[in-house]
């Protein structure tokens, strides 16, 4: 599946429904937020299960990767929309998120933007050594209203 450019889907272009800051403390509630407004959307029990493992994953390679600590907002455009940033050294995102084939497991990771892959409508990666913002859209059957 094709990736579109970041900018594509401006982060100001959807409905704002949760936002939040999230530590490994955090990740509990932010998993239970995510479902109720998922649930609100829309999406079925399958849809929901595979956007938190997706969610779930971009929060755990925040707390592994980017320094600890995160933010994150779920939006409404014409599809469920979650963007989780950090403010880590930066990756070379293109070489994960463009990944087809299962990656090879390592002592540092480097699944999970490959598991975000498999179960979300796109991912969009913009890292650099400010920090990572990763936008993702929920799969759903229909359009979300």
Do not use: K
């Amino acid at each position: 599946m094709a990736n579109p450019p970041l900018d594509q889907h401006a982060p100001t272009a959807g409905t704002p429904l949760f936002s939040t800051s999230f530590t490994l403390a955090d990740l509990t509630r932010v998993r239970h937020e995510v479902q109720a407004v998922s649930r609100r959307c829309g999406l079925d029990h399958d849809e929901i299960e595979n956007w938190l493992i997706a969610v779930n994953e971009l929060m755990i390679n925040v707390i592994r990767h980017g320094g600890g600590a995160g933010g994150l907002r779920l939006l409404l455009d014409d599809q469920l929309i979650c963007e989780v940033t950090d403010q880590g050294r930066g990756f070379n995102a293109a070489h994960y998120v463009s990944c087809v084939e299962r990656p090879p497991l390592s002592d540092t990771g480097g699944m999970g933007l490959w598991v975000v892959g498999q179960m979300a409508g796109y991912v969009l990666a913009d890292s650099g050594p400010a920090g990572t913002t990763i936008r993702i859209a929920a799969r759903s059957r229909r359009t979300l209203e």
